[in-house]
């Protein structure tokens, strides 16, 4: 548990924290608590909460994720990511579902630190990722488009893709345009806004600027008071509306928050680790996303993960330490308190505004293009993930791309892998085997021997057989050996032991031995015929067709 859990926080006290580093982390904190303030909101307006779920998240996960976490500079929250997932929770289990499902996702991510799965989630294929990530960043915006153009839509909005946009476009004669343009007034200001200042965000800016001219002007537009009614501006422990029943019901949401969080965060850590040349300790994130996220419902918060984008605009403002962090949750904390009711007055087209640009942002289509011009099997994992990610839901987008892309790459490692007839008359002189007798011939077997591969090797060393009375394996580019490949290979002796064919191993590596010695056939084979090089593995066939012709 010791080497397992090392928050950097405490790393970083033990090291000595200067009066200089106090200073760039309290402005650092500042501006990251300012840019987190509006996208807090529209995340938690987005996922079908009210809004001060949002800013709550921000500071209970927040504080967890800088407290305990294994990044110096990863700041954690709500994110674009989580949106689709706890709508659809919102949707099917109602608030009492999601924050059960949140904290079951919790406890799994902190199992995930202390079983030592951080390094194992890094595997996770790119095409994957960009999938689910540009499915979701599509489905932002897709429920960002009522608020966008203000349209008047009687009843609730069907919660499928399809669905949700037929009813849109039916409703188009509704579009209200006074929203419309505080719409692209938010989207303008948020992305133009970096040439006159890189410092301060432009969505910070395009809310105080877009909502003062709403309220000056008294535009008819919704607004988030006339959706929510009065943001509460406290924080306390909302424990009591917890329902277990169907405790059941909550595995498979638990498992796509844990599963997202998980990956979301280190891969922040890893950009985080690329701005600042340090070195995350992964373990230690995750556990301390767990706790965070087992935290934030406590409090009426939503799920929370490291937070790519204002990570790297802590970084770029001075942060270096996981104090710089916590200053952006005080920051937060003290807006919420203080003035949290103006947030009353913030146009839904406003927010809209916001989310659309954080949809573009987390698209990633230049990957997707790249992908999709590279490798068949990538391109295949890519596209089934998006579309299942955009047309069905998060969680089987997760569950059928990690299967189809383990089951893609098994089948491309075992296309690789081959049996090979080796030439006697070859040109390479390391290479030529004229030198031995006939009845000896030699075969090489070339990638792993897994389950995989094992029946295509099974096919083939049984046809070679018949050709020869020795017959010498070569198995120096074999890495490794499973259960199934040994079952087969222990199936190729019997077959060859029937037509009266000797075999003699050369080159078995340790991890191929010991699945050998494992499974008893390195006595079938007889110890002296398992050689360590094809020096010795020549003489002993040599000795052995001898035998064969007494």
């Not at 000595?16 to 987190?36: C, E, H, P, S, W």
């Not at 990538?378 to 990690?402: N, S, W, Y």
Request: charged share 15%; proline share 4%.
């Amino acid at each position: 548990m010791e080497n397992v859990f090392k928050p950097k926080f405490f790393s970083v006290l033990k090291h000595g924290y200067t009066k200089q580093m106090f200073k760039a982390d309290l402005l650092a904190g500042i501006i990251v608590g300012i840019v987190a303030l509006p996208l807090a909101i529209a995340f938690a307006v987005a996922s079908g909460v009210s809004p001060e779920k949002g800013l709550i998240t921000a500071i209970v996960a927040g504080f967890f994720i800088s407290f305990l976490g294994g990044s110096r500079v990863q700041i954690g929250g709500p994110t674009g990511a989580f949106i689709v997932v706890v709508a659809g929770i919102v949707h099917n289990y109602g608030l009492s579902g999601l924050m059960i499902s949140t904290m079951m996702a919790g406890v799994l991510l902190v199992l995930f630190g202390l079983l030592r799965m951080g390094s194992v989630i890094k595997f996770i294929p790119h095409p994957l990722v960009v999938g689910f990530t540009s499915g979701i960043a599509l489905t932002i915006f897709s429920t960002q488009i009522k608020d966008a153009l203000g349209l008047t839509i009687s009843g609730e909005m069907p919660a499928d893709f399809i669905g949700k946009w037929g009813v849109m476009l039916s409703n188009m004669g509704s579009v209200n345009f006074y929203a419309l343009a505080l719409t692209v007034a938010t989207i303008l200001i948020s992305v133009l806004f970096v040439k006159v200042s890189s410092k301060i965000p432009g969505s910070f800016v395009a809310i105080i600027v877009v909502t003062t001219a709403a309220y000056v002007l008294n535009l008819p537009v919704t607004t988030i008071g006339s959706v929510f009614g009065e943001i509460p501006s406290t924080l306390k422990i909302e424990f009591s509306g917890f329902d277990f029943s169907n405790i059941q019901s909550y595995i498979m949401p638990a498992v796509t928050i844990a599963v997202l969080g998980a990956v979301e965060s280190l891969l922040s850590a890893v950009v985080a680790d690329g701005m600042i040349g340090g070195n995350h300790r992964s373990n230690t994130e995750l556990i301390a996303q767990g706790i965070a996220n087992i935290a934030s419902p406590l409090f009426g918060g939503i799920p929370a993960t490291g937070a790519i984008a204002r990570t790297a605009t802590n970084v770029k403002n001075g942060g270096r330490t996981p104090v710089a962090g916590i200053v952006h949750t005080v920051t937060l904390l003290i807006i919420m308190l203080a003035l949290g009711g103006l947030a009353e007055l913030i146009p839904m087209s406003c927010l809209a505004g916001v989310l659309i640009v954080v949809s573009y942002n987390m698209s990633e289509w230049r990957s997707f293009v790249s992908i999709c011009k590279g490798s068949k099997y990538d391109m295949t994992i890519l596209l089934v993930t998006f579309f299942l990610t955009v047309l069905v839901d998060l969680t089987a987008a997760i569950e059928v791309g990690i299967v189809l892309a383990a089951l893609l790459f098994m089948q491309r490692m075992a296309s690789q892998s081959e049996v090979i007839s080796v030439q006697r008359n070859s040109g390479d002189p390391l290479e030529n085997y004229s030198y031995l007798p006939e009845g000896i011939e030699v075969y090489e077997i070339s990638g792993p021997f897994f389950f995989g591969a094992a029946k295509k090797y099974r096919e083939t060393l049984r046809q070679f057989g018949n050709d020869a009375k020795v017959l010498i394996i070569r198995m120096r580019h074999v890495p490794f050996m499973d259960a199934t490949g040994a079952r087969n290979f222990s199936a190729v002796l019997d077959d060859l032991k029937e037509i009266n064919v000797k075999v003699v191993l050369s080159g078995v590596n340790e991890s191929v031995f010991q699945e050998l010695n494992k499974t008893g056939l390195i006595e079938k084979l007889n110890p002296q015929n398992v050689c360590s090089n094809f020096e010795l593995a020549s003489e002993r066939a040599k000795v052995v067709l001898g035998e064969l012709k007494k």
